[in-house]
């Protein structure tokens, strides 16, 4: 049902193991750029900027997810581009995953699309957010993958930064491993945060996803996609 390029979320044979497993990249992206993605398993685009003159059209391999930030927000024009999924940023629990996904429901009977056939990424990037993790499980079929946005939850609890020296921030890395533990309840795929373009921890960040089991990474730039892709 969602898919990131050709391969699922999870195989049927169920999660490879640590030196098998290949962190993926999801490229956040401007409705506009002209930026290779080809390094990228996803494309993810914000569904207020856009409209279908602005997807690029020569995408590859390359799935597309657009990113709502509420589960009420206007999904008409976003659904009419037949994504591969949508992103829930701002996620606070299963209720919101479940009213967007009979929202989805909806909009692809009216499109003569199959039932199912739009994904659910959730983004958790509050503090009850992060404290709803729990709610997801079961919150809905279309649910296939739990992602976290570090720089929104810092600025969230007031905290000025992210990161320090050692990496993500004590409250950060708790939440970080809710989200982990959330996704394998769930039996979804764990998406770690994106690394800023400052700085040079992005290859740190990437070996800790893949030793704590993370499926994917996002990435805001095409540089940072191409890294997260070749390791």
């Known amino acids: 049902m969602f898919q990131y390029g ?8 169920g999660f490879p193991s640590h030196s098998e497993r290949r962190v993926r990249a999801l490229l956040i992206a401007p409705a506009a750029s002209r930026a290779p993605y080809g390094a990228a398993s996803a494309l993810v685009l ?29 999904l008409a024009a976003a659904s009419a581009l037949r994504p591969d999924g949508i992103v829930l940023a701002r996620c606070e629990g299963g209720r919101d995953v479940a009213r ?37 499980a079961g919150a809905s079929p279309r649910l296939a993958g739990i992602a976290w946005d570090a720089e929104a939850l810092a600025a969230g609890i007031g905290a000025p930064a992210a990161r320090d ?3 993500l ?40 996803a893949r030793r704590d089991g993370f499926g994917a990474k996002l990435a805001r730039s095409p540089d940072h996609a191409a890294r997260i892709a070749s390791r």
């Not at 900027?49 to 391999?61: D, F, K, N, S, Y």
């Not at 997810?65 to 927000?73: F, S, T």
């Not at 429901?105 to 199959?114: N, Q, S, T």
Request: charged content about 20%; glycine content about 14%.
């Open 6 to 13: 050709k391969g699922s979320l999870n195989d049927e044979s």
């Open 46 to 74: 914000d569904a207020a900027t856009l409209h279908e003159g602005t997807v690029p059209t020569a995408r590859g391999q390359v799935s597309l997810y657009l990113r709502v930030h509420a589960p009420d927000d206007d």
């Open 100 to 136: 967007l996904g009979a929202r989805l429901a909806v909009l692809e009977a009216e499109a003569g699309l199959a039932d199912g056939a739009t994904g659910i990424l959730a983004m958790v990037g509050t503090a009850r957010g992060v404290l709803g993790l729990s709610s997801l």
């Open 165 to 167: 020296a050692g990496g």
């Open 169 to 208: 921030i004590p409250p950060l890395l708790q939440a970080r491993g809710l989200v982990r533990l959330a996704a394998a309840a769930a039996g979804v795929e764990a998406i770690d945060t994106a690394y800023p373009a400052e700085g040079d921890g992005l290859l740190a960040e990437l070996a800790a």
